[in-house]
């Protein structure tokens, strides 16, 4: 249902550094940048996906916008757990530790940080261990 989304940040440069290494456990490459001259906006802005398909955007400079939450998809537990990890490394403040959360399903297993912006991303596994 959804092609892609995105949402302003304050600092174009730490934000593309911060999810380039969160995303990448979750097999999220950068795939696209818009030169702040090409885009409507007049900012940059960094598309992150799969296959080459930017799905999820970052951009802009002062972000105005209140914080979101941002759920993405991890194929197992152990890219939830290193996804976790990375973004805790790249400057991530925890706001969940993997594991169930059975309150949602029997198997969503999930982890939660906040990025420099306040931002809640979550990685979330739905398979069986």
């Known amino acids: ?9 304050a ?7 911060f999810y380039t290494a969160a ?7 950068l795939v696209m940048e818009v030169a702040a ?3 409507p906006s007049g900012a940059p802005a960094a598309g992150f996906g799969r296959d080459g398909k930017p799905d999820f955007w970052i951009g802009g400079e002062g972000r105005t916008s209140p914080p979101m939450h941002v759920a993405l998809t991890a194929d ?3 890219a939830v757990d290193a996804f976790h990890a990375a973004a805790l490394v790249a400057g991530a403040t925890d706001n969940g530790a ?12 999930a982890a ?9 991303l979550e990685a979330v596994c ?3 261990a």
Request: glycine share 10%; net charge negative.
């Open 76 to 78: 197992t537990r152990a």
């Open 23 to 29: 995303l990448a456990p979750l097999g999220y490459t």
């Open 98 to 109: 993997p594991g169930l959360r059975p309150q949602y399903h029997a198997n969503y297993y």
């Open 126 to 128: 739905h398979a069986p």
């Open 112 to 120: 939660f940080v906040r990025d420099a912006d306040g931002h809640n």
């Open 11 to 17: 600092d174009y440069a730490v934000a593309k550094a």
């Open 37 to 39: 001259a090409d885009n």
């Open 1 to 9: 249902m959804i092609d892609h989304f995105g949402f302003g940040v």
